[in-house]
């Protein structure tokens, strides 16, 4: 135990899983991890929905408790910034001046919030950590005049739990609609329409001019007024810490299918890193997914332990929007050719297949579990490689579980 160890830097879901990873894997010696927060790792998407609106979710929920960081035997450094990786003396500073030695090191730093890029642009709040939520639920009070700036997923959430605790709010998206990046056209109409009968206002192709305290002025000319102005326009990965020691950044810490990166020494996960992806035709990825966190850590715990595990899970994303549900997995972009399955009143779920007609990916809204079924056989068929009958995917009276037989 006095041998160098592992150190694991973040406090998020990647961070959490590869700790217990790494012991599930039989691995003795010692585990560090140092956290810039001064809270224990914790869970990430409840922070734009049920911490805000749950009247009792006033505390974080816990990825590592305290009885699981002393059962699990991690040295949890709280608090704490990593300032730099010595990677000849395989050695991470701190900001206290101090050092830590690593015989493999896991960077697990996540991403940050995008800020406007305009005039008055500190005038929006972001939202990343649990001290922003508690902000935000200060913020969230009924009759207020809430202005989400961003149509994504994290912008449509906020707008989501805005509207359910009585707020005015308007959300601003200046492509041509709402969830451009990976989501279909014809589910991200019924996510607007949801917000729409919500009572949310949604202006959508018209972009920002300036902020000012209590106003977003728009490039057309109309201002609106706001109690809070919250930027929702996406997340950079932080990868300034890789890069100052000098690894290789592509989209992210760039990554192989092993989730190591350009030094053998150093692994990283999550949000932070990108890899290529065999399933996705090679292409290099990098996914705000919770469970492509786990997924991520897994691997790149078995590889620190002289494993050569290869990261093929199929990439799968969800997201609550009011009453729906929306789950997409696999790849949208690989699939051109798209079926459509309505497996219930109010859901619908596409399959999208190549040419050669193997299906690469699915997506689906719907409310409550109406679709996740259906997605979740998509996403077996898609890491087969499979190549579906067209005509069971559209019959929603046909079992798709067959499909997996054939």
């Given amino acids: 135990m006095n041998e160098p160890g592992i150190v694991i830097v973040g406090g998020g879901m990647a961070a959490a899983r590869a700790c217990i990873n790494l012991r599930a894997n039989d691995y003795l010696g010692?585990?560090?991890l140092v956290s810039e927060e001064n809270l224990l790792p914790y869970d990430r998407p409840?922070?734009?929905k049920a911490s805000i609106v749950d009247a009792a979710a006033h505390e974080p929920v816990l990825l590592l408790d305290e009885s699981i960081v002393a059962s699990l035997n991690?040295?949890?450094?709280?608090?704490?910034?990593?300032t730099a990786i010595n990677r000849s003396e395989k050695t991470i500073s701190l900001n206290d001046g101090s050092k830590i030695p690593y015989s493999k090191l896991l960077i697990a730093?996540?991403?940050k919030p995008r800020k406007l890029n305009c005039p008055g642009g500190e005038f929006a709040l972001t939202l990343r950590d649990h001290k922003d939520t508690v902000l935000l639920r200060e913020k969230f009070q009924p009759h207020k005049k809430i202005t989400v700036i961003g149509g994504g997923f994290i912008g449509l959430e906020l707008a989501s739990s805005a509207s359910k605790l009585g707020c005015h709010v308007t959300l601003i998206e200046a492509q041509p609609r709402i969830l451009m990046r990976g989501v279909p056209e014809p589910i991200a109409k019924i996510v607007h329409d949801r917000h729409l009968a919500a009572g949310v206002t949604m202006i959508i192709g018209t972009g920002i001019s300036h902020l000012t305290e209590n106003a977003v002025h728009l490039t057309d000319g109309r201002v609106i007024a706001a109690d809070t102005i919250i930027a929702g326009i996406g997340a950079a990965p932080e990868t300034k810490l890789a890069a100052d020691a000098g690894l290789a950044i592509e989209n992210g810490i760039a990554c192989n299918a092993q989730m190591q990166t350009s030094d053998p020494d150093i692994y990283a996960a999550g949000d932070c890193a990108s890899f290529p992806h065999e399933l996705m035709g090679g292409k290099r990825l990098r996914l705000e997914a919770w469970r492509s966190a786990q997924e991520q850590a897994a691997t790149?715990?078995?590889?620190?332990?002289g494993g050569a595990k290869t990261h093929n899970n199929i990439p799968w994303f969800w997201s609550d929007q009011f009453d729906l549900s929306l789950q997409i997995a696999g790849s949208a972009e690989l699939g051109p050719n798209t079926i459509t399955r309505v497996p219930a009143e109010g859901?619908?779920?596409l399959f999208h297949l190549a040419d050669d007609g193997s299906i690469k990916g699915a997506s689906g809204i719907g409310i409550g579990n109406a679709i996740g079924r259906d997605i979740k056989v998509a996403e077996m068929l898609v890491a087969k490689n499979a190549k579906p009958s067209p005509e069971i995917l559209a019959?929603?009276?046909q079992q798709l579980k067959t499909l997996l037989k054939a």
Avoid at 74 to 82: A, E, K, S, Y
């Fill in 347 to 349: 859901a619908l779920v």
């Fill in 46 to 48: 409840p922070l734009s």
């Fill in 395 to 397: 019959d929603p009276t």
């Fill in 109 to 111: 730093t996540g991403a």
């Fill in 74 to 82: 991690v040295d949890v450094r709280l608090g704490q910034q990593v």
């Fill in 30 to 32: 010692s585990i560090i």
């Fill in 300 to 305: 790149a715990a078995a590889n620190m332990l």
